[in-house]
């Protein structure tokens, strides 16, 4: 029995970009920096969440973005503005980062500065739910965002998602008194796809659940530089 060709490229396309991902993470491990693929649907607060956590954590990590987007780096101007490096990956057509647009990045990034100085780097995917979640770009965490307007089913409707991520974090609260959604629903249904799920509550207009989320991430940073390996076990 004979694979389609369709399914062959895929497979070729997955296994090139999964090797130049390990060399990302190699990489990344020798510099013993914590890296983050933050990932969700358009519109679901990708951005907000740096602009948020960005300022407040400058004072404990030092840190870089590298932002991805199809067509645009106005999602990177907001961000330059907080005062962290920023390196805009524009994919074109491509709805997705892959590795090598990583690994760009970084080199770029390292035009001006040295990587190893830095505590976490943050990166920013292209908007979607299903071409993120299957490239890998050398990430030590899955960060997936699912903002409470798009509904309880999305983990059901997208599982690849919800299983790859590390860390769910369910955004907008401050707008569930206007929709007829429950939260207890939205964490069911994560658990259901994904039951080691780390999942926090958050509003970037109130700051509601930005403490623990915050605590939380210091703690992995803590852990992965306190190790050699290229795993890190995640904090409770």
């Not at 969440?49 to 101007?77: I, K, Y």
């Not at 490239?135 to 903002?147: I, K, M, Q, R, Y």
């Amino acid at each position: 029995m004979h694979m389609p060709v369709g399914d062959n490229l895929e497979i070729n396309l997955l296994a090139a970009n999964q090797h130049r991902a390990d060399h990302n993470r190699e990489a990344f491990d020798a510099w013993r920096l914590l890296s983050l693929n933050v990932m969700s649907s358009p519109g679901a607060g990708k951005t907000a969440l740096l602009e948020r956590s960005l300022p407040a954590l400058t004072g404990r990590f030092r840190m870089a973005v590298l932002e991805g987007d199809m067509t645009t780096e106005l999602d990177a101007q907001r961000l330059e503005a907080v005062g962290i490096p920023v390196v805009p990956i524009t994919t074109g057509r491509a709805c997705h980062l892959d590795a090598a647009m990583v690994h760009g990045g970084m080199q770029l990034l390292r035009q001006r500065l040295d990587p190893s100085t830095l505590d976490l780097l943050w990166i920013e995917n292209v908007g979607n739910l299903v071409c993120p979640a299957e490239f890998a770009v050398g990430e030590h965490l899955g960060v997936a965002l699912l903002s409470v307007t798009e509904g309880d089913d999305k983990p059901l409707k997208y599982p690849v998602m919800f299983r790859r991520a590390d860390v769910v974090l369910i955004t907008k609260t401050d707008l569930l008194p206007h929709l007829p959604v429950q939260v207890q629903a939205i964490r069911d249904n994560i658990l259901s796809v994904n039951p080691d799920a780390v999942i926090f509550e958050l509003s970037a207009v109130s700051g509601q659940g930005f403490s623990a989320w915050h605590h939380w991430l210091e703690q992995a940073v803590q852990q992965r530089q306190s190790i050699n390996e290229s795993q890190i076990r995640l904090p409770c």
